[in-house]
T-cell receptor, first 114, second 112 residues
Framework: NAGVTQTPKFRVLKTGQSMTLLCAQD?????MYWYRQDPGMGLRLIHY???????AKGEVPDGYNVSRLKKQNFLLGLESAAPSQTSVYFC?????????????FGPGTRLTVL | GQQLNQSPQSMFIQEGEDVSMNCTSS?????WLWYKQDPGEGPVLLIA?????ELTSNGRLTAQFGITRKDSFLNISASIPSDVGIYFC????????????FGTGTRLQVTL
């Protein structure tokens, strides 16, 4: 089991460029999440999905779009990158069953927007 | 959006010392979680607490779910160098797609 994987690990963009971050999980989890982490702050939820074909906004969704076409994948897109989107992005997944449905995190993608 | 307040923000301790950190919220949660993040990695779950007043241990780690449901505490006994990292608390309520609200983190550095 690879758990939660993210690609790429690092990326540098120029302002206005677009890119897609890919998250994949092999635990058959229904729920998936995208977070960003900035210095001195905890993780903040960007978007999440409770199942294939569904997405919802989190705390800081502006400037990002997501898609969940397959259960195991959750894509995060930046249509026109801005320096304020320089951050480390984490994907997570969790089961929807029972009480003990904890989130498991990927290793992160470090994005710099110049 | 809400973020939970963690204290201290950072701490330097000597190997072998005990460590205490806490997390407070302005609203209640019915689950509290503690994660550890190593440099360049994603957070890893250490302890989960599901009931107010609950005290749970995982090796040298002990965490408590505050009786008011608005706080939680983490203790690490006899710290070792590999305890270095950032510790995050997180709160969750049922019926919210398991969404987590994270604390601001406590950075722990251990000196020999």
């Amino acid at each position: 089991n690879a758990g939660v994987t993210q690609t790429p690990k690092f990326r540098v963009l120029k302002t206005g460029q677009s890119m897609t971050l890919l998250c994949a999980q092999d635990m058959n989890h229904e729920y998936m999440y995208w977070y960003r982490q900035d210095p001195g702050m905890g993780l903040r939820l960007i978007h999440y999905s409770v199942g294939e074909g569904t997405t919802a906004k989190g705390e800081v969704p502006d400037g990002y779009n997501v898609s969940r076409l397959k259960k195991q994948n959750f894509l995060l897109g930046l249509e026109s990158a801005a320096p304020s989107q320089t951050s480390v992005y984490f994907c997570a997944s969790s089961s929807h069953r029972g009480r003990y449905n904890e989130q498991f995190f990927g290793p992160g993608t470090r994005l710099t927007v110049l | 959006g809400q973020q939970l307040n963690q204290s201290p923000q950072s701490m330097f301790i000597q190997e072998g010392e005990d460590v205490s950190m806490n997390c407070t919220s302005s609203s209640i949660f019915n689950t509290w979680l503690w994660y550890k993040q190593d440099p360049g990695e994603g957070p890893v779950l250490l302890i989960a607490l599901y009931k107010a007043g609950e005290l749970t241990s995982n090796g040298r780690l002990t965490a408590q779910f505050g009786i008011t449901r608005k706080d939680s505490f983490l203790n690490i006994s006899a710290s070792i160098p590999s305890d270095v990292g950032i510790y995050f608390c997180a709160g969750r309520n049922t019926g919210t797609a398991s969404k987590l609200t994270f604390g601001t983190g406590t950075r722990l550095q251990v000196t020999l």
